[in-house]
């Protein structure tokens, strides 16, 4: 049948027709039409398609939702049968839709009719799966009672934590394990407030954001509204005075005009929350404060007068609203305690997809500097390694290490702040670009692409417009790519200008800034997305900016826009700054709350040296130049950037007993200055203790290089307590091998690089010699060592290791550790390292094609101080066609004991499933040739005093040193 019913005789026949021919097609539901491109026809235009269904309906807007759902649609014809009757189920005086399906070009005139076209875009990808979190070949029963330990280490750690960490190991879904029922407290966390009692010999000032007055004197009883107010008072006395600002847990978030600045007059301030009484606080709450403490925010809330309006090229279905006079140069934008998604394409929600989702494979055009030179290392020779010297010889670079100290200066290190890029050619010029004899290490300065072909037409349409040459784009425009082989990290590029070739439809997108965020360079990006135009405000929960005029389109469960959107502005909340000669010294934060900071992913970046790494030097709480800074208890949700950052001359700082969630980029960075090859004292940080905190489901803006806890140039951290999980990449780095002497002690760490590969749960590198003063005063380059002890690590999704010692590192001591699923690493002329006393489960089921242990190094340049002994080792039964086993080594000369020179193993205990081959599961796979039994390794004079046992420990025996390992008690 078809709706071009010219003449009543045919109605009339075609409902004889319709009375003995059901409708077989099933009608379908109302879709989004959010994704799809209409074409209105011109009044009174019929479409002479094959019909998919016809059905009563009430309006063409219902027909057209119908159209949307049904991928088979191609467009409608809406029909009034007035006074004419039509089929049986659409009889006189009803209307009736027609779907349309196959060819929708030949069109027909008739009266009382509407038609469209409806063009469907490709069906996107489904979401990628991410790996499995229980590796396959890991015994379920045995895994269950593993993650049962860390449960129990989180509770013995942060009892308020205990519910997000069963959630995060799939307790339920994997071990069939409700919440543990001893986790009585989870989800308080005692803080015992305080009541807003004044020690003596204190300057007390009192804020309540509800009933304060900046007029009143800041006296519990008359206290001022704003926190800035209360820092003046404290500065009024004309006698040093130490001060206590108490903030009262205010009805909303103490909205920040502008960060606050302590200096050195404000030496021995405390910021606490105080409530009329002690209580309990709980963890802080989506929208950011639970009642119980002060909040202090980087966001303005308005609420706008909204209008609904259509957008060209969407249809009605999608509903866009707009408020004018919305003013501000804001990055985030929340709506019920949740932050938003910028105007994008592919459409994606960055902070529960994982890459590559909402990514854009298409091959664009990338375009290095037009201006753009080969790059100049320059080395200082005079600071280098002597062991190395002799390993990678006195030329400049060394592959992944240098045994110089070697930077690049300007050119393509003008992207960083200050224009420098550290490092060797690894941590520089990684993926760069050969121009004239030489790389040009930096970034692409603009990208084109053929804007139908890449965007689809009805986004290309919708972006382009009426829009012909070159215009500027709103500030919000942005480029996100990622540079993938394997997945190492992502770039932001900020768009400067854009230009439209009409003849050939290649648009080109122009850099102004960004491509900042990571030390390596990059020819190109395989994966990248837009951002920042109306014109892809085309899904449920997007919004866009410019000119004063804010756009927002519904998600689909909500019927009106909301009372009041949050605002994200202001990059930081609370700067302590000091010098070295003038430090600020005994600052308190304590039990005060933090929110809805901007993204600052544009800002200037520095790159750290010696690893991949850059850093933006500002966070929502920045410290430098500080003696004894304390900051405890707080909460950080939604923080655009950095949650904490530790900057240049610090002693003795303390964070603790915080919780960080959906941050940008890194929780918490500790990072000293480096004068080039130099690292002054008092340029870096000693004595940093991080203990008991929590950081989780960050990285939202930042996947690569950047996990919870980023160190370097800084001696003597003490890291322990700590639970971190659900990154996109490592939880912890150490980004150089400089100073030392930091310990790593009973952290639990898991479901890391969950958006990249190629690394660990903790992760360090060492390619780059720095000098400073040894203990005895004397310059030196050899570190003191690091110890990592009684931690619990698991290596799933796609970590590779639990412990990445990559590219150099050295002096690490690893000692008594729980790592599930992976073993551990010594790289490309690691030296001067000790693993003993550790549980690896199942190190040749995960991972990398890994075993219980890689020992890979250069040509001739093997490592040499290395001790691999008294582990315990459960092995899986691996398939024997891979390199896993028990160890790999590279290159191995199984007839010499020199080579590997002196990396020795010695009494440990190594277990095989019962009934599969030792000499498969238990290989040793020396070099590049075929694997080694154990039984041959032991007769070459190896792993002396180690045994290999035929069936696996029970689930008891392995819970039990798990838990002697983390000082837990039996249960």
């Known amino acids: 049948t078809n709706s071009n019913l010219t003449t009543m005789a045919a109605r009339l026949a075609l409902a004889v027709l319709f009375v003995v021919v059901p409708?077989?097609?099933?009608?379908?539901?109302?879709?989004?039409?959010?994704?799809?491109?209409?074409?209105?026809?011109?009044?009174?235009?019929?479409?002479?398609?094959?019909?998919?269904?016809?059905?009563?309906?009430?309006?063409?807007?219902?027909?057209?939702?119908?159209?949307?759902?049904?991928?088979?649609?191609d467009g409608f014809t809406f029909t009034s049968y007035q006074p004419a009757p039509g089929p049986a189920d659409c009889p006189s005086g009803t209307t009736c839709c027609w779907l349309k399906t196959g060819s929708v070009d030949s069109h027909s005139p008739e009266a009382n009719v509407t038609s469209a076209i409806v063009a469907h875009p490709p069906a996107p990808p489904p979401p990628t799966p991410l790996p499995p979190n229980r590796p396959s070949g890991v015994p379920a029963s045995t895994d269950c009672r593993v993650r049962q330990v860390a449960l129990l280490l989180a509770e013995?750690?942060?009892?308020?934590?205990?519910?997000?960490?069963?959630?995060?190991?799939?307790?339920t879904t994997l071990?069939?394990?409700?919440?543990?029922?001893?986790?009585?407290?989870?989800?308080?966390?005692?803080?015992?407030?305080?009541?807003?009692?004044?020690?003596?010999?204190?300057?007390?000032?009192?804020?309540?954001?509800?009933?304060?007055?900046?007029?009143?004197?800041?006296t519990k009883t008359s206290p001022v509204r704003s926190v800035k107010q209360g820092l003046?008072?404290?500065?009024?006395?004309?006698?040093?005075?130490?001060?206590?600002?108490?903030?009262?847990?205010?009805?909303?978030?103490?909205?920040?005009?502008?960060?606050?600045?302590?200096?050195?007059?404000?030496?021995?301030?405390?910021?606490?929350?105080?409530?009329?009484?002690?209580?309990?606080?709980?963890?802080?709450?989506?929208?950011?404060g639970d009642g119980q403490r002060a909040v202090l925010s980087g966001a303005r809330t308005v609420k706008p007068l909204w209008q609904q309006v259509s957008l060209p090229g969407r249809s009605d279905a999608l509903k866009v609203f707009m408020a004018k006079n919305i003013q501000g140069n804001f990055t985030t934008l929340s709506v019920g305690g949740r932050r938003q998604v910028l105007a994008r394409h592919p459409n994606a929600n960055t902070e529960t997809g994982h890459y590559p989702d909402g990514t854009n494979a298409y091959a664009a055009d990338w375009q290095l500097p037009p201006n753009a030179t080969a790059d100049t290392r320059i080395v200082i020779s005079t600071t280098n390694r002597t062991e190395w010297v002799k390993m990678f010889g006195k030329g400049v670079g060394g592959g992944s290490m240098s045994a110089f100290y070697e930077y690049i200066k300007g050119n393509s290190a003008d992207r960083f702040q200050p224009p420098l890029c550290p490092g060797p050619a690894r941590s520089c010029c990684s993926n760069a670009a050969s121009v004239g004899s030489g790389l040009?290490?930096?970034?692409p300065a603009s990208m084109s692409f053929n804007a139908t072909a890449a965007l689809g037409a009805s986004v290309a349409s919708a972006l382009l417009g009426n829009r012909t040459g070159s215009w500027t784009p709103s500030p919000l425009m942005a480029v996100h790519g990622w540079w993938s082989a394997p997945v190492w990290y992502n770039l932001i590029f900020g768009v400067g200008s854009v230009a439209l070739d009409a003849a050939t439809g290649t648009l080109a997108l122009n850099f102004s800034r960004g491509g900042n965020q990571a030390s390596q360079g990059a020819r190109s990006l395989s994966h990248w997305w837009l951002e920042g135009d109306l014109g892809l405000l085309d899904t449920g929960g997007e919004w866009y900016h410019e000119n004063g005029t804010l756009w927002y389109a519904l998600n689909g469960t909500d019927t009106a826009p909301p009372n009041e959107v949050v605002l994200s502005e202001k990059l930081s909340l609370i700067n302590v700054v000091g010098t070295p000669s003038a430090p600020v010294r005994d600052v308190t934060i304590e039990n005060v709350d933090f929110a809805h900071t901007a993204a600052g992913m544009l800002e200037p970046f520095e790159a750290l040296g010696g690893g991949d790494q850059a850093i933006h030097r500002g966070g929502a709480v920045f410290a430098e130049g500080v003696?004894?800074?304390?900051?405890?208890?707080?909460?950080?949700?939604?923080?655009?950037?950095?949650g904490v950052v530790i900057s240049g001359y610090s002693r003795d700082a303390i964070i603790s007993d915080t919780t960080l969630v959906r941050f940008g980029a890194a929780a918490i960075v500790v990072a000293g200055h480096a004068e080039l090859d130099w690292l002054r004292a008092e340029n870096i940080p000693i004595n940093t203790t991080i203990a008991n905190n929590v950081a989780h489901d960050g990285g939202v803006y930042l996947k690569g290089y950047f996990g919870p806890l980023v160190l370097a140039k800084q001696q003597a951290a003490h890291i322990v307590g700590n639970l971190f999980f659900n990154t996109p990449r490592s939880a912890l780095l150490f980004n150089d091998g400089a100073l030392g002497g930091d310990v790593v002690e009973n952290n639990l760490g898991f479901n890391t690089n969950r958006d990249t590969q190629d690394t660990g749960v903790v992760y360090t590198y060492d390619r780059l010699v720095f000098k400073f003063l040894g203990p005895d005063g004397q310059p030196t380059v050899v570190p003191q060592p690091r110890v990592l002890k009684n931690n619990m690590f698991l290596a799933n999704y796609h970590t590779i290791w639990p412990i990445d010692h990559d590219d150099g590192s050295s002096y690490y001591l690893d000692?008594?550790?729980?790592?599930?699923?992976?073993?551990?690493?010594?790289?490309?002329?690691?030296?001067?390292?000790?693993t003993r006393g550790n549980l690896f489960l199942w190190p040749n089921l995960a991972g990398w094609e890994t075993a219980a242990m890689l020992y890979s190094s250069v040509v001739n340049a093997s490592g040499y101080n290395e001790f691999w002994h008294n582990n315990t080792v459960v092995l899986g039964a691996a398939p024997a066609a891979t390199r896993r086993g028990y160890l790999d080594l590279q290159p191995c000369?199984?007839?010499?004991?020199?080579?590997?020179?002196?990396?020795?193993?010695?009494?440990?205990?190594?277990?095989?499933?019962?009934?599969?081959?030792?000499?498969?599961?238990?290989?040793?796979?020396?070099?590049?040739?075929?694997?080694?039994?154990?039984?041959?390794?032991?007769?070459?004079?190896?792993?002396?005093?180690?045994?290999?046992?035929?069936?696996?420990?029970?689930?008891?025996?392995?819970?039990?040193?798990?838990?002697?390992?983390?000082?837990?008690?039996?249960?």
């Not at 750690?157 to 307790?171: C, G, I, N, S």
């Not at 409530?275 to 606080?281: I, L, P, V």
């Not at 690493?825 to 000790?834: A, D, E, I, Y």
Request: aromatic share 6%; charged share 15%.
């Open 440 to 443: 040009y290490c930096g970034v």
């Open 232 to 288: 003046e008072l404290t500065r009024a006395s004309t006698v040093p005075t130490p001060a206590t600002i108490f903030i009262k847990a205010a009805s909303k978030p103490y909205e920040l005009a502008a960060p606050l600045f302590l200096g050195p007059a404000d030496s021995g301030l405390a910021i606490t929350s105080y409530t009329s009484q002690d209580a309990n606080g709980r963890g802080i709450h989506d929208d950011g």
């Open 175 to 218: 071990c069939n394990a409700t919440a543990a029922a001893s986790a009585g407290t989870a989800g308080l966390r005692p803080r015992h407030l305080s009541s807003g009692a004044n020690p003596s010999g204190r300057i007390a000032v009192y804020v309540d954001g509800d009933r304060g007055s900046d007029t009143a004197p800041g």
């Open 815 to 834: 000692q008594d550790n729980v790592l599930v699923y992976a073993g551990t690493k010594s790289f490309l002329g690691g030296h001067n390292m000790t």
């Open 893 to 971: 000369n199984l007839d010499s004991l020199t080579d590997p020179p002196t990396l020795l193993l010695a009494n440990n205990t190594i277990y095989v499933p019962a009934g599969s081959s030792p000499d498969s599961v238990a290989a040793i796979h020396c070099g590049k040739g075929q694997p080694v039994s154990f039984a041959d390794w032991q007769k070459s004079g190896h792993d002396l005093g180690s045994s290999l046992v035929m069936g696996l420990p029970s689930d008891d025996e392995i819970v039990h040193r798990a838990m002697a390992l983390l000082g837990l008690q039996q249960k």
């Open 23 to 73: 409708v077989l097609a099933q009608i379908p539901p109302p879709g989004s039409c959010g994704y799809v491109h209409v074409t209105p026809l011109p009044p009174q235009t019929n479409i002479n398609g094959d019909d998919l269904v016809h059905f009563p309906s009430p309006s063409s807007q219902d027909c057209l939702q119908r159209c949307c759902g049904d991928a088979q649609c």
């Open 627 to 642: 003696e004894r800074f304390t900051l405890r208890g707080a909460d950080f949700v939604d923080i655009g950037g950095n």
């Open 156 to 171: 013995k750690l942060r009892p308020d934590a205990v519910h997000a960490v069963h959630d995060a190991l799939q307790m």
